[in-house]
């Protein structure tokens, strides 16, 4: 086994290599909206934020299961809970409202994030696919900071609809050539694809908008956020995020656009409907899987360290194409990574 010191360095250098690379995608956890507790709150800490806005009797609902034994959080909880028909549970509906309320009254840092988008934007490929598991609008924020566009699947104004289409749209702009004035296609598209929805998307007579979250919100809007239970699997299959899940997959698996390395920052590695994809991409000889992370469980680290094209980061250990070694000092926390990226 090599020393701690190469382990590290060999470590480094394959990083940077593969950032530097071409045909690179990025998944965002909850860990890359945290930014040291001054972002969005993390899923293990969230119960105890909203459980004061969700009516006493759902509340004590949820609280008796979570204080069941062998119950493993309120993703836990409201699948003990949830019957399973097609209609979203008071549960459900109440948990979801109160994380869109909580999360409206959060005024985040944006440097970090804006640093990253920068970086990314800079990139040559035509397409930049974002992928994110978070309900909050980091990324947009950043993006009207930095002037940067960012296609996310809605087209319009005051309330924009959804139309997957525009993911198709390739933007061009004219330049003086030799020959004369020559129409050539944009580089460094950003799409950024909300696998679990985000606050500002609703669903109101079987159609998908987009508001301005300071949008008074009406009594038939339904909100199109997943919320941390078992439902994220089925309801993935309802627009709009069958259409986002559908290039999800393409862009891992079926082409025609293949990425050949996935960059998943800040996310725990826990969701299955997340990892089938990731796992049908990583049999291909030609993808790379890069996973920076505070900490991965015993049975995640595991898992994923054995495999031979996967790169895991994280503050405790590391492992480098199933060479395991000691914890890194910084490169796990999205805010050194985004300088790197």
């Not at 009254?105 to 990253?116: A, G, K, L, R």
């Not at 997957?164 to 004035?181: E, H, L």
């Not at 669903?203 to 300071?214: A, E, G, P, T």
Request: charged share 25%; net charge neutral.
């Amino acid at each position: 086994m090599a020393s701690s010191n190469s382990f590290i360095n060999n470590l480094d250098r394959t990083i940077r290599a593969q950032l530097k690379s071409r045909r690179v995608g990025y998944l965002l956890g909850a860990g890359a909206s945290y930014l040291n507790g001054h972002g969005y709150p993390l899923a293990n800490n969230i119960w105890d934020q909203i459980k004061e806005d969700i009516p006493k009797k759902e509340r004590k609902e949820i609280q008796e299961k979570l204080d069941m034994e062998g119950t493993e959080g309120i993703e836990h909880a409201l699948d003990l809970l949830d019957p399973g028909g097609p209609e979203p549970t008071s549960h459900r509906t109440m948990v979801t409202t109160s994380i869109a309320n909580l999360f409206s009254e959060i005024q985040p840092p944006t440097e970090q994030h804006s640093i990253f988008l920068r970086n990314v934007s800079r990139r040559s490929d035509n397409f930049i696919p974002i992928f994110t598991l978070n309900y909050d609008p980091l990324i947009e924020f950043a993006a009207d900071r930095e002037k940067i566009h960012v296609v996310d699947g809605f087209t319009g104004f005051y309330k924009a609809s959804f139309d997957p289409n525009i993911f198709d749209v390739v933007p061009s702009k004219y330049y003086i050539a030799r020959r004369g004035r020559v129409l050539s296609g944009s580089n460094s598209i950003l799409h950024i694809y909300k696998l679990h929805g985000s606050m500002g998307w609703f669903s109101v007579d079987d159609n998908q908008i987009r508001v301005n979250l300071n949008c008074q919100v009406e009594d038939n809007w339904r909100r199109l956020m997943i919320p941390p239970q078992y439902r994220k699997a089925t309801e993935t299959t309802t627009p709009p995020y069958s259409a986002l899940w559908t290039r999800y997959r393409a862009w891992m698996v079926h082409g025609p656009m293949q990425l050949n390395r996935l960059i998943s920052v800040g996310y725990g590695m826990m969701d299955q409907h997340v990892n089938d994809v990731i796992e049908n991409a990583i049999s291909r000889s030609d993808f790379t899987l890069l996973i920076f992370a505070k900490g991965l469980t015993d049975d995640v680290f595991e898992k994923w360290a054995k495999k031979n094209n996967v790169v895991i980061v994280t503050q405790n250990r590391c492992s480098h194409f199933g060479e395991q070694g000691p914890g890194h000092t910084n490169l796990w926390d999205f805010d050194e990574l985004s300088r790197e990226v």
